[in-house]
Nanobody, 118 residues
Framework: QVQLVESGGGLVQAGGSLRLSCAAS????????IGWFRQAPGKEREFVAV????????RYADSVKGRFTISRDNARNTVYLQMNSLKPEDTAVYYC???????????WGQGTQVTVSS
């Protein structure tokens, strides 16, 4: 199955930006929608955004609308999450995963830490 690896996390001040990358190893990467999720300590994993396999359809959690942008470059086997106007409440480990149904994801990566300070 496809293997996913997240990168790009780090420590930023509130109002700053980061771009996360989700790199896939599989040849069939472009056949799947890819989602971003996040999990803060002591909290449930939370949906952030998803992009269709074509890159034309996207959906975002209300908490990140207008601030985050998900996109994909199938030629590079990579999905991106551009995170602008970051807030301390965005602090979490961010994961990407492959959509196998409209609600079920698999092939979770190991995550990348995003920390937003005040």
């Amino acid at each position: 199955q496809v293997q996913l690896v997240e990168s790009g996390g780090g420590l930023v001040q509130a109002g700053g930006s980061l771009r996360l990358s989700c790199a896939a190893s599989g040849r069939t990467f472009s056949s799947y929608a890819i989602g971003w999720f996040r999990q803060a300590p002591g909290k449930e994993r939370e949906f952030v955004a998803v992009v269709s396999w074509t890159g034309t359809n996207t959906r975002y959690a209300d908490s990140v609308k207008g601030r985050f942008t998900i996109s994909r470059d199938n030629a590079r086997n990579t999905v991106y999450l551009q995170m602008n106007s970051l807030k301390p409440e965005d602090t979490a480990v961010y994961y990407c995963a492959r959509a196998v149904t409209s609600t079920q994801y698999d092939n979770w990566g190991q995550g990348t830490q995003v920390t937003v300070s005040s």
